[in-house]
DNA sequence: ATACACAATTATGAATTCATAATTCAGTCA
DNA sequence: TGACTGAATTATGAATTCATAATTGTGTAT
């Protein structure tokens, strides 16, 4: 008999899990501030208990930083964190586009197509928030096309690292231009099937987003 | 006043963290097996809490998985899980390689050289543990010379998933000597500092060790 | 006022307790 | 014997309690 799925309630620090980690990528939670333990188990309505045990694991993920007898406080981002993180995202991303090439479905590539004309319009709108979002679609389209989950968790626990960091998106009209013909070379590629290519093209784009974030900040 | 460093007590959950992992690394927790929380806690002399906040850990990293109200177990080594895992570890020791090459003090490039020769002195005498070890060693040693830390971490994390595979020592002799081979070709562009080459040669390693194995489970 | 000492308060780490779900086991019936 | 039922036991998830560390607040002396 196979009627239907068992029921599975998921655990609280599980879904405590998720739910912190959002507070602290969205931003809701700043960097370097304390997590209020107390007012997040009212808020949420749970014990201390499995709030607790989300956060230990907020903490191994990187985005949260326990101090003995001090608490739970938000990671804050540094620049020799993005540093470091940046180029491991690069390596994981030329992965991930050697990877889409050989196993993307036509129907996956061609719904990353259609997050790029809708990037390209947010562009030409200089539409900010909603180019992020689709640009996000496009990175994590070929991360699912990819069809490694290691990989995609892998990837999904650095780029919650990165996005922190609001400045991000204080991007230059002029980079902004050259990260769109960026993309346009990325969607040629996946569309050609180039694994090689595309891998270098993603790896290339990140090694020159993160180099304008720094040109910005000096 | 700086006369000493302040005294920091490890938290109970985070040596259990370490502890446990290395339990389930180690293989003394088998995989598929359940954990027995009682008993660990038994043993460490802790109570349930800090236990269990540490198996929460340990399954958000892949060790472990926490069945709802049926406790944990220690997760189970797939083919598929492999076949996900090996290209992103050769990934990341490729990203490790280039930045070997470009940061590594000499000093520390000398070491992995004379791990490099313990391992070739262990295969003469066919020294399975022994070679292991210091495989593992040069590993890390490139892992370290790189001197990128959110790159160590996540390999650290990925490695320790694959190293559980104990099938992984029942390595052929002719594949045992093609491996030692490829370790010559990977200190000397290690030696050469062409960090191209050394990624190269080592992604490939990756590559030839998981072909070797499936050859030898199918 | 300002710096300090010390009590009161609060927060944290960890053990314990409690309700409930899962498992084991004895007893019953085919 | 072997499958089923239901009580007894055990394990789990989560709340609560408790000891201790950190912080805050108050009074005192300079």
Redesign the pocket.
């Known amino acids: 008999m196979n009627l239907a799925k068992p029921i599975t309630r998921p ?3 599980a879904e405590l899990v998720d739910r912190v980690r959002e507070l602290i990528i969205e931003g809701t939670l700043e960097p370097g501030t ?1 997590i209020p ?2 007012d997040l188990c009212e808020s949420f309505g ?5 709030m ?1 045990e989300a956060l230990k694991v907020l903490a191994n993920e990187g985005l949260a930083v ?7 406080w938000v990671s804050t981002v540094t620049m020799e964190e993005l540093e470091a993180t940046f180029p491991v995202i690069a390596a994981l991303e030329r992965l991930a586009g050697e990877l889409a090439c050989a196993a993307a479905t036509d129907a996956q590539i061609s719904e990353i197509r259609s997050h790029h004309e809708d990037m390209v319009a947010c562009f030409s709108t200089r539409n900010r928030q909603e180019y992020f979002r689709a640009n996000q679609d496009i990175h994590d389209g070929i991360l699912a096309a990819a069809g490694n989950e290691v990989l995609s968790q892998h990837h999904k626990v650095l780029a919650s690292r990165v996005k922190r960091a609001r400045f991000l998106a204080n991007i230059s009209d002029e980079r902004w231009q050259q990260a769109v013909q960026e993309h346009e070379g990325i969607i040629a590629a996946l569309e050609a099937r180039d694994g090689a290519e595309l891998g270098q093209r993603l790896s290339e784009h990140l090694a020159n987003k993160f180099t304008a974030l720094k040109a910005r900040m000096a």
């Open positions: 655990s609280l620090h304390k333990e107390k749970v014990s201390r208990t499995p607790r326990l101090e003995p007898n001090r608490g739970a």
